[in-house]
């Protein structure tokens, strides 16, 4: 068996060492860039976590590691294009270094590429892991539909944040989960708990990123801090706030919400004002810990010994604990 960092450092390698220097270089260049920018390799990661578990041979597991983390980039190629983000991991976004139209266009390919990955794996497995990547897709995509209707709303709950977050961010968790265990060729039972594990682990990360955009920094988090606010995102923060303050700081909340403007500091700081007088960010860390502890109770279910559980385990808790 892998230790955690092990196969997160093997997760990093198969990517990074991926190469799309084909032609037109116009097409290829942003999907190289965008595949090779760093980052923690999470989903692929997991993925081989899975089939580490399950005493499976790791490299069988590759190909659909790396489907998950090129279909992973696509869908944060289009958002950095829908959201107008600069950054993404402390760089340039794709848009903004090659041009909206060839960005679009290399995140179709990036699409496509993901599902060729796929073709790669043993045939056994592709129908499954085909059918469970386009789950994935779809619901992504839903996802961020709810995500831009929730800005022009604002009679948005916790409970629709907390779904549509699930669809965002959970489902790609559980799916990369979902992957190995098919490689693996697991139980159903334990592929049905590993994906509850990693959609509430999902929710947990999310929540964890709206704390980290509100009070992190750029250097920290990768990307620059505070566009939630910027943006009038609706964010769990924001929620909370809105059903914990006085009539007062509420009309406050809701006039900074109802506007764009240029002056970002402060709008930021009359916002986190508010959010620090009601103790949002203490309740939103109960609530990280409450989803990984419903994380963590699903994962005690799957049936393999306890110490095989101990890098998923592992994850969890460096989750609590990241800060980027």
């Known amino acids: 068996m892998y230790s955690f960092e092990q196969l997160q450092k093997k997760a990093i390698e198969i990517v990074e060492n991926e190469k799309y220097d084909f032609n037109p270089i116009t097409l290829y260049e942003p999907i190289d860039y965008s595949l090779h920018q760093g980052g923690k390799r999470i989903r692929p990661m997991l993925t081989l976590v899975v089939a580490d578990m399950f005493d499976c041979e790791i490299e069988k597991a590759y190909n659909a590691a790396i489907a998950i983390e090129v279909l992973h980039n696509f869908t944060l190629l289009h958002d950095d294009i829908m959201d107008a983000s600069p950054l993404r991991r402390g760089k340039p976004t794709v848009y903004q270094k090659y041009g909206t139209n060839k960005a679009i266009l290399s995140g179709d390919a990036m699409f496509a590429l993901a599902y060729q990955y796929i073709l790669n794996c043993d045939k056994e497995f592709i129908p499954s892991l085909t059918k469970t990547m386009t789950a994935v897709l779809i619901n992504i995509c839903q996802g961020q539909a709810y995500d831009m209707d929730f800005e022009n709303r604002h009679d948005v709950t916790k409970k629709e944040y907390i779904g549509m977050i699930s669809l965002k961010t959970g489902v790609l968790l559980a799916g990369a989960l979902k992957?190995?265990?098919?490689?693996?060729?697991?139980?159903?039972?334990?592929?049905n708990l590993l994906s509850e594990f990693g959609l509430n682990i999902g929710i947990a990360f999310q929540l964890q990123d709206d704390v980290l955009d509100c009070w992190s920094n750029l250097k920290d988090f990768g990307k620059v801090t505070g566009t939630d606010i910027a943006d009038n995102k609706k964010t769990i923060l924001y929620l909370t706030a809105i059903?914990?303050?006085?009539?007062?700081?509420?009309?406050?909340?809701?006039?900074?919400?109802?506007?764009?403007?240029?002056?970002?500091?402060?709008?930021?700081?009359?916002?986190?004002?508010?959010?620090?007088?009601?103790?949002?960010?203490?309740?939103?860390?109960?609530?990280?810990?409450?989803?990984?502890?419903?994380?963590?109770?699903?994962?005690?279910?799957?049936?393999?010994?306890?110490?095989?559980?101990?890098?998923?385990?592992?994850?969890?808790n460096k989750l609590i604990d990241r800060s980027r």
């Open 179 to 191: 992957m190995g265990a098919i490689i693996s060729k697991a139980e159903a039972e334990d592929m």
């Open 243 to 316: 059903e914990k303050a006085d009539e007062k700081d509420k009309q406050i909340l809701l006039n900074e919400y109802l506007t764009k403007t240029i002056d970002f500091q402060k709008k930021q700081k009359t916002v986190r004002d508010i959010f620090e007088k009601y103790s949002v960010k203490e309740d939103i860390e109960k609530m990280i810990k409450d989803y990984t502890d419903k994380a963590l109770s699903a994962l005690d279910k799957v049936s393999v010994e306890d110490k095989k559980k101990e890098n998923l385990r592992t994850f969890a």
